[in-house]
């Protein structure tokens, strides 16, 4: 084995020459003469009898043949680093060309040579990279039992160091992100093709099939992977955008998208808090009560030492939601928009799409979505939001558990009550409380607070039912006349609305904050210029094609408008706004676009709610600077409700 390294290692040296200074600008120069000889070099050491020997227990493990083994191997090694690569065998020469394709082509052949080496090099190789072989392999090194072709952990971790070694880390996870990425085109492309291709058909068809074919757009959204789900969510808000059905199938994307199975909860949360799930709760659901695109939650008790933990008043028993992220959701989250990226930068060159702007549009709406991805941070959000709302007696925050908080697993409160989406569908004696909380809610966050929630959807807001009064409380109000309001105050409470996924939220600069307080004063009083100011001031670097007719088409657009048609039709008139920006060439800033189509869902399942209660009237009284203009917007709503004619 000795001679067999020698005569292996006089090949190698003869095959690489460095390179002179006439030459390339690479650090070597193998000539062809030269790589076939390395070539013969390698077969002939291959072919000795030291790699074909008799595996036994003793066999190439003494002191003499592992120091000749080492020495041969380091030499090896430092040449391997000083060169680089060697052309084997092409003859491509130093050329960039060249280097790139063997480059390329290294892993996989480093891959082979490690299946195919005796056990005992193997160890020799992991002891080479100061590593601790795996047990298993040293176990074959030195039985007389053949090794395993197909050791992952081994070799993975081997071809890891060597690439390292290498200096092909970098390219190698590059390459391997590619093949991903190219996976997950064609993954996507193979899923979304049933849905594009059927659409021409249902719709000229115009009825028969519809409903198959939209159970086959949700099937297809909850496969997509989180940021297509996302998207459905707040595809099911816009009943302004996309069909009413359409929109009430993508309702069930907001609590039933795909989740993960039990077992990875178990492991997912034991492995965050290094304790044994028993241990942390007494009661542990497996089932999920939601799914959603990112995590899924799931009902416990806590037990006396998760209580212990916990302290703050925590007590035994108590019930709690355990949210749990989906594994794996960040890496597809990732390629998913790296993929958008560049459909979008694709799709941008077309003389027809361009002026859309979807580069621009996928950006905005993947920043926001990807702090959802990070539990913890949900954590902080929710304590800075329950320390906002604490004065207020019919908004709730679920309060996070410390220290049971990490990026994979948050343990909150649990919030009992129906999601508002019920109250959607049916009228309730409390449906007007409730638009009018949400509408409060919203705009004291944007206001006062300038920390909003960006993910108002209907899933992500829960009714939760007021406690009955006390027996002394009930009796008294019995005492009272019926028609006193201190009886209905006693006996009747207010629901409460639980505010829930708070992942997602913006926070404005003064400026931006400014101007979009400008832009609602603006629309509110109906002036067009000001308002085509405002827009301006909140645009990407200021951007617009023509700011004058811009402004003009705005005033002329609230020129012939009522403010009853407004205060009616106020979503109809932020499309029409909108709409006029895209002509325009007008792009928000991602966090001002956010708080505007937040407010436009918000209006939509509000309205739903109560007709009356309007976002734009709400916020006309509050950013009214004269009394005149509150005594104005207050005839305004007594006029509309008709009581003067009662």
């Given at each position: 084995?000795?001679?067999?390294?020698?005569?292996?290692?006089?090949?190698?040296?003869?095959?690489?020459?460095?390179?002179?200074?006439?030459?390339?600008?690479?650090?070597?120069?193998?000539?062809?003469?030269?790589?076939?000889?390395?070539?013969?070099?390698?077969?002939?050491?291959?072919?000795?009898?030291?790699?074909?020997?008799?595996?036994?227990?003793?066999?190439?493990?003494?002191?003499?043949?592992?120091?000749?083994?080492?020495?041969?191997?380091?030499?090896?090694?430092?040449?391997?680093?000083?060169?680089?690569?060697?052309?084997?065998?092409?003859?491509?020469?130093?050329?960039?060309?060249?280097?790139?394709?063997?480059?390329?082509?290294?892993?996989?052949?480093?891959?082979?040579?490690?299946?195919?080496?005796?056990?005992?090099?193997?160890?020799?190789?992991?002891?080479?990279?100061?590593?601790?072989?795996?047990?298993?392999?040293?176990?074959?090194?030195?039985?007389?039992?053949?090794?395993?072709?197909?050791?992952?952990?081994?070799?993975?971790?081997?071809?890891?160091?060597?690439?390292?070694?290498?200096?092909?880390?970098?390219?190698?996870?590059?390459?391997?992100?590619?093949?991903?990425?190219?996976?997950?085109?064609?993954?996507?492309?193979?899923?979304?093709?049933?849905?594009?291709?059927?659409?021409?058909?249902?719709?000229?068809?115009?009825?028969?099939?519809?409903?198959?074919?939209?159970?086959?757009?949700?099937?297809?959204?909850?496969?997509?992977?989180?940021?297509?789900?996302?998207?459905?969510?707040?595809?099911?808000?816009?009943?302004?955008?996309?069909?009413?059905?359409?929109?009430?199938?993508?309702?069930?994307?907001?609590?039933?998208?795909?989740?993960?199975?039990?077992?990875?909860?178990?492991?997912?949360?034991?492995?965050?808090?290094?304790?044994?799930?028993?241990?942390?709760?007494?009661?542990?659901?497996?089932?999920?009560?939601?799914?959603?695109?990112?995590?899924?939650?799931?009902?416990?008790?806590?037990?006396?030492?998760?209580?212990?933990?916990?302290?703050?008043g925590a007590e035994h028993g108590a019930l709690v939601a355990v949210k749990v992220r989906h594994p794996g959701v960040t890496d597809v989250m990732h390629r998913d928009f790296i993929l958008m990226q560049r459909a979008a930068a694709i799709c941008s060159r077309l003389p027809a799409l361009a002026s859309l702007r979807l580069e621009e549009s996928i950006r905005q709406f993947g920043g926001p979505l990807r702090e959802q991805l990070d539990l913890s941070v949900e954590a902080s959000h929710l304590s800075r939001f329950n320390a906002n709302f604490r004065a207020w007696s019919n908004v709730r925050f679920p309060v996070p558990l410390f220290p049971l908080v990490t990026a994979d697993v948050l343990v909150e409160s649990f919030e009992e009550g129906d999601l508002i989406s019920r109250y959607v569908r049916q009228p309730h004696r409390h449906n007007a409380l409730l638009a009018q909380a949400g509408v409060d809610v919203f705009l004291n966050m944007m206001l006062k607070d300038n920390f909003i929630h960006a993910d108002l959807h209907p899933g992500n807001i829960v009714v939760k039912q007021p406690e009955p009064p006390s027996p002394a409380v009930a009796r008294l109000a019995a005492l009272l006349p019926p028609t006193w309001r201190l009886r209905s105050w006693l006996v009747e409470r207010q629901p409460q609305i639980v505010l829930l996924d708070t992942g997602m939220i913006v926070t404005l600069s003064e400026e931006d904050q400014s101007s979009l307080l400008g832009f609602f004063r603006a629309l509110t009083r109906m002036d067009g210029r000001k308002l085509a100011a405002e827009i301006v001031k909140m645009s990407v670097d200021g951007r617009c094609k023509d700011p004058a007719i811009f402004a003009a088409e705005l005033e002329s657009m609230f020129a012939t408008m009522d403010r009853e048609y407004l205060r009616i039709e106020s979503q109809a008139v932020m499309r029409d706004i909108i709409e006029r920006m895209r002509q325009h060439e007008v792009t928000l800033r991602s966090s001002v676009s956010t708080v505007v189509v937040t407010s436009l869902v918000l209006e939509g399942w509000s309205s739903k709610l109560d007709p009356d209660v309007r976002i734009l009237e709400t916020m006309r009284d509050m950013l009214a600077d004269s009394l005149v203009e509150r005594l104005g917007s207050a005839v305004d709503r007594v006029m509309a409700s008709g009581a003067l004619l009662e």
């Open positions: 084995m000795r001679s067999a390294g020698r005569r292996l290692g006089f090949a190698l040296k003869q095959g690489l020459q460095p390179a002179t200074e006439a030459g390339p600008s690479t650090s070597y120069q193998p000539a062809f003469g030269q790589s076939v000889q390395l070539w013969r070099g390698v077969r002939l050491a291959a072919g000795h009898s030291a790699l074909t020997f008799t595996r036994g227990p003793g066999i190439g493990l003494g002191r003499q043949a592992d120091r000749a083994l080492r020495r041969e191997t380091e030499s090896f090694m430092r040449k391997w680093r000083s060169f680089k690569t060697v052309a084997l065998g092409s003859g491509a020469g130093a050329i960039s060309s060249g280097q790139g394709l063997l480059t390329a082509l290294l892993p996989p052949a480093l891959l082979w040579l490690l299946m195919v080496l005796p056990a005992s090099y193997r160890v020799m190789a992991f002891k080479l990279m100061g590593m601790a072989p795996p047990a298993s392999v040293h176990a074959q090194s030195y039985s007389g039992s053949t090794p395993s072709l197909t050791s992952p952990s081994s070799l993975s971790i081997l071809l890891s160091r060597l690439l390292q070694a290498l200096g092909l880390t970098a390219l190698a996870s590059s390459i391997r992100d590619e093949i991903l990425l190219a996976a997950r085109a064609a993954y996507l492309w193979c899923l979304f093709l049933p849905a594009v291709l059927s659409a021409p058909i249902v719709v000229a068809l115009n009825g028969p099939g519809r409903e198959t074919w939209l159970r086959l757009v949700q099937w297809t959204l909850e496969h997509a992977g989180p940021a297509f789900i996302k998207w459905g969510q707040w595809a099911s808000t816009r009943p302004d955008l996309f069909p009413e059905d359409l929109c009430s199938k993508l309702e069930q994307l907001q609590t039933s998208a795909p989740g993960h199975s039990p077992a990875y909860t178990v492991v997912a949360v034991e492995r965050a808090f290094s304790a044994p799930i028993s241990e942390l709760f007494d009661t542990f659901e497996e089932q999920p009560l939601a799914s959603g695109s990112i995590a899924q939650v799931h009902v416990a008790a806590l037990s006396a030492h998760g209580a212990a933990m916990v302290g703050n």
